[in-house]
């Protein structure tokens, strides 16, 4: 199924179920049952004092529209926010759905009222182990975006990958529940082939045929030294820039590459086994003139900088592997925004609709160019 067809099938869904006494729902889970833990969390930011963001993500029935209506940030945010809690809390009913069984069938009713406190103890703590679940994943899904201009659907494909990636034997359905929750609100990942969870995850890197990346040293957890910093800098530069694997990681042969960032990442696996990666943010950088058709100089009118990248993500390699002992890494995915092709046409004409909407093509101080996050929260 397309991404407009599955788009279409949600609008006429939202529209059927506004008929019935779904309406007033506002996460999937909702929808035929009652739980207090959405009561619960609609009232949390008020009681907090501090403002009614959760209360006001979640107080909207969720529909495809608002994300293409609403352009101020917090409205933005709390769209996304209202996503992951509905995934959230689709997984907390499905495991919580035995405890109401046992409970009703030793002759216990449920009352919107009152539960019993062993109970209310038990769905408070699956509520934390969730909780919890659902904040890893979402951290660690980070490390799974591209470096420049990452999306809410970039961010759905990080968290599906995410998913996959550490808990490939998932038995509650959270990649499929995430989905779900982003497609009713609207956001889908515009640059997967299909509407599946297979085709939302992002690709491995084994089609790329990259080479093994040598000289690397993922040190331990506590960190790397300065001269393990300096190591991996110079491997990594050297790597980037040789021109096949410049080629092969999709970047310009034209242009420098740069490595701004990297860390080491140690995880347990769910079979106890150590996992360790290296998170690798890989840029370039161009001059993108405001006025395209007078060519590079811009008619006078100067450029701004446009910036691609990928976030490429090594293992170190186990006892198992072939490579093991011999100072090779495998690169698992090659997470990417470049500075070409189509999407590159794409993202320059976005930067400079915003650039010229901002009044950034008056003056020359290239600073100008830098956002001070501070402002989106100004007078709040």
Request: hydrophobic content about 35%.
């Amino acid at each position: 199924m397309s991404l407009t067809e599955q788009n279409s099938k949600v609008n006429a869904n939202d529209s059927e179920a506004s008929d019935g006494d779904s309406s007033s729902a506002t996460v999937s889970a909702e929808i035929g049952q009652w739980n207090p833990l959405v009561q619960l969390a609609q009232q949390f930011g008020e009681a907090t004092g501090k403002g009614r963001g959760l209360r006001s993500a979640l107080g909207t029935r969720p529909n495809c529209e608002d994300i293409k209506k609403f352009t101020e940030p917090h409205r933005r945010g709390s769209i996304l926010v209202a996503a992951v809690f509905d995934a959230f809390f689709s997984i907390y009913v499905r495991r919580t759905a035995d405890l109401f069984r046992i409970y009703r069938a030793g002759g216990g009713g449920i009352s919107a009222t009152d539960i019993p406190e062993p109970l209310a103890e038990r769905l408070a703590a699956e509520a934390v182990r969730t909780a919890d679940d659902f904040f890893k994943v979402c951290v660690r899904s980070l490390d799974y975006c591209p470096p420049v201009d990452i999306t809410y659907g970039d961010f759905l494909r990080a968290l599906i990958t995410t998913e996959r990636d550490l808990h490939p034997s998932d038995k509650v359905g959270v990649p499929d529940s995430l989905i779900q929750a982003f497609q009713r609100r609207g956001i889908f990942a515009e640059s997967a082939s299909f509407f599946s969870e297979g085709a939302i995850a992002w690709p491995t890197a084994e089609e790329l045929d990259l080479a093994p990346v040598p000289g690397l040293d993922f040190g331990d957890p506590n960190g790397l030294t300065k001269a393990q910093q300096k190591q991996n800098g110079d491997a990594l530069r050297a790597y980037a820039n040789e021109p096949s694997n410049k080629s092969k990681l999709g970047f310009d042969g034209k242009l420098d590459v740069r490595v701004p960032s990297f860390h080491p990442l140690f995880r347990i696996g769910p079979d106890g086994s150590l996992r360790t990666d290296m998170i690798v943010e890989m840029a370039q950088k161009r001059e993108a003139p405001f006025d395209k058709s007078s060519g590079s100089q811009g008619s006078g009118l100067g450029s701004f900088p446009l910036r691609g990248g990928a976030t490429v993500i090594i293992t170190k390699p186990t006892a198992d592997q072939k490579n093991f002992g011999t100072g090779s890494a495998v690169i698992r995915y090659v997470i990417a925004k470049h500075l070409h092709g189509k999407e590159g046409e794409l993202r320059e004409g976005r930067q400079r609709s915003y650039c010229q909407r901002l009044g950034l093509m008056e003056g020359t101080d290239p600073e100008r160019f830098q956002i001070n996050f501070s402002m989106v929260h100004e007078g709040l």
